[in-house]
């Protein structure tokens, strides 16, 4: 592995990690975000954040990596209902955060697919 995709594996790894340890931390923030018709805001908000926590140590480990960067890419996809949700809220949950409205499609259409793109560049074995 080059030093350039070495340096943003170990990149990566610290965000999903960080982000699924805010799962705990700040736990309101999160469940206002997952749609109203999801059932059982607390428990999908755990779940993502120790999937997140637990795919970002998968990162790290040589053997795992394929298959963190599997779940990752899977976790990514299993959230799109949120960024839909927010943007149908236009971008400002009520009692949290809120943006200026193109940032939920800037999220959903660029963003979201660059960090798809990057779990993906580290799914086969090295």
């Known amino acids: 592995m080059n030093k350039i995709k070495s340096i943003a594996l170990y990149i990566m790894a610290i965000f999903y990690i960080l982000a699924g340890l805010n799962h705990f931390i700040n736990p309101e923030g999160y469940m206002r975000l997952i749609p109203e018709y999801l059932p059982n805001h607390?428990?999908?908000n755990l779940m993502a954040g120790i999937c997140e926590v637990s795919f970002g140590i998968g990162l790290l480990i040589p053997k795992a990596r394929p298959l963190a960067s599997w779940g990752i890419i899977i976790m990514l996809i299993a959230f799109i209902p949120t960024h839909v949700y927010?943007?149908?809220?236009?971008?400002c949950v009520e009692n949290g955060l809120c943006l200026p409205p193109w940032?939920?499609?800037?999220?959903l259409v660029i963003i979201h697919p660059l960090l798809?793109?990057?779990?993906?560049l580290y799914t086969s074995k090295e």
């Open 42 to 44: 607390f428990l999908l």
């Open 86 to 91: 927010f943007i149908q809220l236009n971008s």
């Open 103 to 107: 940032t939920g499609w800037f999220r």
């Open 116 to 120: 798809i793109y990057w779990a993906y």
